[in-house]
């Protein structure tokens, strides 16, 4: 039984080590007769950890990893701790949580093998955890310790939640900061009329208030403000100061389509941006196969903001089982090569070569384009709906390249790059897209025709019925830039995965 003992005490120990730091700071345990308010002073153990944690959260995006171990953390049991880590095996808590766990492990096995009950509550003070309470009550459920055991059971809870609080205060009024706006500022006194900030957020409010007041001059100068802005809130501020205005009626119009379209936007999946639907000049006289220009209606959809890069198509490949198309009329056809640039086979999976998981991902072919938006119920855009998007959509503002009329704002091409870059790296255009012009020619669903300009639908249209390649858009890093106009049209074999070849996808409203 000593033999026993001696060992358990050693566990404990070694686990102990990990909060060494708090233990020094703690007065061994007395007697039965121990005054029950020593506990109102006892550290946390845990709480150090989260307290760290809470500094770096509160500077930085708030993660659903970090509201999990926060969660975590709270509960203080093994099952938790385990769950935690099968989640995140290799998050940024996964040392953090490990310790926890060997230390809960030494001291619930030093709680079981004490040798009597003062040994074991001795061991639950030292650890000033819930989970060593909870050991010795689980032990000894009728102990002379068990009130106060509980008790501080419920002082820590009531530190942590404290704590807790705490850090949803200096989160939300972080988030406040960010947003710089009067309405985040107000939320946040709303919310956390007590928080430590209150000051602060109403100085700020007053600030933004005595900004806005000061820029506001005449009605002139406010509805310009609000076209340069383009905002409902630009717009609103307008209508509601000058409601009777020379501009109400286009401020009223104008309002009713950026309402639509913020709804349509807050529904729209991730990393996608509302396009809405309209009528634009398709094509331009300088090639034969880009003329005549003419107009054409396309619809409302979503679309993706930045080019697919390898690390979403590794996924997609490790998910899909298979780098040819395993079904349907385009069975057996390969989806994607090999590159340096671009993705690699292990021999196990698929993955990014070091280093460019970021960049778009080539080499794949249009049947591999195809079958990615069709594995995520997306589908490759219409040779339509690109350069309708590609011009910026009903904000457009007739650039030659997508989002500016200077190339090198615009685009990675031959002047500025010898190969793919980041995505998302240039300016984007009036929509929010980035890379239409450059970096990568996108597949479109089109079959290719150099006379479906004359012959074509205006009407949505949706390319031949059949043909022999598809058509791609947008030019890349390899070209000049008069193969980064919007109105550039270009096509390839589908079968054909080049490195200079890539895509994006959009979405059915």
Avoid at 224 to 239: D, K, P, S
Avoid at 247 to 271: M, V, W
Wanted: glycine share 8%; hydrophobic share 35%.
């Amino acid at each position: 039984m000593k033999n026993e003992a001696k060992v358990s005490w050693l566990n404990y120990w070694l686990g102990a080590l990990l909060v060494v730091a708090q233990l020094l700071s703690l007065s061994s345990c007395g007697s039965e007769t121990e005054s029950p308010e020593a506990g109102q002073e006892i550290n946390i153990r845990r709480g150090n950890v989260e307290d760290s944690a809470a500094n770096t959260v509160a500077e930085t995006v708030f993660t659903q990893e970090d509201a999990d171990y926060e969660a975590t953390m709270s509960l203080g049991t093994l099952v938790a701790m385990e769950d935690f880590l099968k989640q995140y095996p290799r998050g940024k808590y996964s040392s953090t949580i490990k310790a926890e766990i060997a230390q809960t492990m030494a001291v619930r096995d030093s709680i079981e093998s004490a040798q009597n009950e003062e040994e074991a509550y001795r061991i639950a003070r030292r650890d000033t955890s819930t989970a060593a309470y909870d050991y010795y009550i689980q032990r000894f459920p009728d102990g002379k310790y068990v009130v106060e055991a509980r008790r501080q059971i419920n002082v820590i809870k009531e530190k942590q939640r404290q704590r807790e609080q705490r850090l949803r205060d200096q989160r939300a009024y972080q988030a406040a900061v960010a947003k710089g706006t009067i309405e985040a500022f107000q939320q946040y006194l709303r919310e956390f009329p007590q928080g430590e900030h209150q000051e602060q957020a109403k100085a700020e409010v007053q600030r933004i208030e005595r900004e806005r007041q000061e820029h506001i001059l005449n009605e002139d100068r406010i509805y310009n403000e609000a076209v340069r802005l383009g905002t409902i809130e630009a717009y609103e501020a307008y209508v509601i100061k000058y409601p009777n205005g020379k501009f109400r009626d286009d401020a009223t119009r104008i309002l009713a389509i950026l309402r639509e379209e913020r709804q349509f936007q807050l529904n729209a999946p991730p990393n996608m941006v509302y396009v809405r639907g309209g009528q634009f000049d398709m094509g331009s006289a300088s090639f034969a196969d880009e003329n005549p220009v003419r107009k054409v209606t396309v619809g409302s959809f979503y679309m993706h903001q930045f080019e697919v890069t390898n690390s979403q198509y590794a996924l997609f490949l490790n998910a899909y089982g298979s780098d040819v198309v395993k079904g349907g009329g385009n069975a057996g056809q390969d989806m994607i090569f090999e590159e340096e640039w671009g993705l690699r086979y292990n021999g196990q999976n698929w993955e990014p070569q070091p280093s460019f998981a970021r960049y778009p991902v080539i080499n794949v072919t249009w049947y591999g384009a195809n079958e990615f938006c069709r594995h995520y119920g997306f589908r490759l855009p219409t040779e339509a709906e690109w350069e309708y998007s590609a011009r910026g959509g009903n904000k457009g503002r007739l650039f030659q390249y997508s989002g500016s009329a200077v190339a090198d704002t615009a685009a990675w091409y031959s002047r500025n790059s010898r190969n793919t870059l980041p995505v998302g790296k240039k300016q984007r255009n009036e929509l929010g897209l980035y890379d239409m012009s450059g970096n990568v020619a996108e597949w479109c669903s089109d079959w290719y025709d150099n006379n479906y300009y004359r012959t074509g639908t205006a009407n949505n249209p949706q390319g031949p019925s059949e043909g022999q390649a598809k058509v791609l858009r947008g030019g890349s890093f390899f070209d000049d830039k008069d193969k980064l106009r919007v109105a550039k049209r270009d096509f390839s074999f589908p079968f054909v995965g080049y490195y200079t070849y890539g895509f994006r996808c959009v979405k059915d409203i």
